[in-house]
Nanobody, 129 residues
Framework: QVQLGESGGGLVQVGGSLRLSCAASGRTFSRNAMGWFRQAPGKEREFVATISWSGGSTYYADSVKGRFTISRDNAKNTVYLQMNSLKPEDTAVYTC??????????????????????WGQGTQVTVSS
């Protein structure tokens, strides 16, 4: 059974940092794009960041660019999201996702939630002011 498990969420003050991890099990995603999305209460799911299978290409939402960094360790079948300079508007449930197929990576394609087949349960990030 394929599973994506997020960890690292929590409560942090404005300006603080958190590092989210997403560990995959049940199959390897070393040749697959992965991404992070978030959803705040009462709002639609929002794209955050995506990374190619090699880690050589990344793409971010404008709202997090320069503050968040996505990375991956294929040996550990894990993708990370380093979040710095956190703001109250970053408060949301953060969920990682993976494409089941190996495709040519395009930022426009992988910024859409419809491009992913596997999803984690999410981890809560709360930024207090």
């Amino acid at each position: 059974q394929v599973q994506l498990g997020e960890s690292g969420g929590g409560l942090v003050q404005v300006g603080g940092s958190l590092r989210l991890s997403c560990a995959a099990s049940g199959r390897t995603f070393s040749r697959n794009a992965m991404g992070w999305f978030r959803q705040a209460p009462g709002k639609e799911r929002e794209f955050v960041a995506t990374i190619s299978w090699s880690g050589g290409s990344t793409y971010y939402a404008d709202s997090v660019k320069g503050r968040f960094t996505i990375s991956r360790d294929n040996a550990k079948n894990t993708v990370y999201l380093q979040m710095n300079s956190l703001k109250p508007e970053d408060t949301a449930v953060y969920t990682c996702a993976a494409d089941s197929s190996s495709r040519f990576w395009r930022s426009s394609y992988y910024s859409s939630h419809t491009s992913y087949d596997y999803w984690g349960q999410g981890t809560q990030v709360t930024v207090s002011s």
